[in-house]
C-alpha cells in the first residue's frame, strides 16, 4: 500500500505562511491602534507642559454682543494654537475660532476683531482659554481649559 503525505519541507513552510499571514492580518487590527495610542500621548505630554493666561477681555454690549478684545500671555510651555472660551453668567460657552497662540514664554497674542458671540446670554463674561495642537494625522486636538478664569470689562 503506498502512502503519500507531505513531506516535512513543505509543511514547514506552509506553517511558516500561515504564521506570517496570522501576523499581517493582526497586525492590520492593532498598528492603527497604537499610533493613536501614540499621538494621544503625545499630545497629553504637550497639554502638561503648556499654560495659557488670559490678561484683560473687553465685550461690547450694545446691540450685539462683541468680544473686541482678549489678550492671552503663554506663562510656559510650547503652544501651536489656542480658542479662547467666553462664558455668560449662566455657564453657556462660546469658542472662538482657531488662533494662533503665542510663540514664546512671556509674549503676549492680542485678538481685536470684533468677534460676534451668538447664543450667550447675559454677563458678566468670563474668559478661559483652551490650548489645541494638531495631531500627525491633521486632526485639532484640545487640552483642557485653562484653570485661570478673567471677568470682561463691559462696554456699551
Known amino acids: ?3 503519500r503525505g507531505l513531506s516535512s519541507i513543505v509543511a514547514t ?3 511558516v505562511l500561515l504564521s506570517l499571514a496570522a501576523i499581517a492580518i493582526v497586525w492590520g487590527f492593532v498598528g492603527p491602534m497604537i499610533k493613536s495610542g501614540g499621538e494621544r500621548a503625545s499630545i497629553a505630554s504637550k497639554c502638561l507642559n503648556v499654560e495659557l493666561k488670559p490678561i484683560n477681555c473687553i465685550v461690547n454690549i450694545n446691540g450685539t454682543k462683541k468680544l473686541e478684545k482678549a489678550i492671552i500671555k503663554l506663562e510656559r510651555g510650547e503652544a501651536e494654537t489656542m480658542r479662547v472660551a467666553i462664558r455668560d453668567a ?3 460657552v462660546n469658542l472662538t ?3 494662533n497662540a ?3 514664554v512671556v509674549e503676549t ?3 481685536e476683531e470684533n468677534l460676534t458671540l451668538p447664543n450667550l446670554g ?3 463674561y468670563q474668559i478661559t482659554v483652551v490650548p489645541s495642537f494638531t495631531t500627525e494625522s491633521g486632526k485639532e486636538e484640545f487640552c483642557e481649559e485653562s484653570t485661570i ?3 470682561c470689562q463691559e462696554i456699551a
Open 13 to 15: 513552510v506552509l506553517i
Open 97 to 99: 475660532a482657531q488662533r
Open 1 to 3: 500500500m503506498l502512502k
Open 90 to 92: 449662566g455657564g453657556k
Open 149 to 151: 478664569k478673567i471677568t
Open 109 to 111: 497674542v492680542s485678538i
Open 102 to 104: 503665542p510663540a514664546n
Open 122 to 124: 447675559a454677563g458678566p
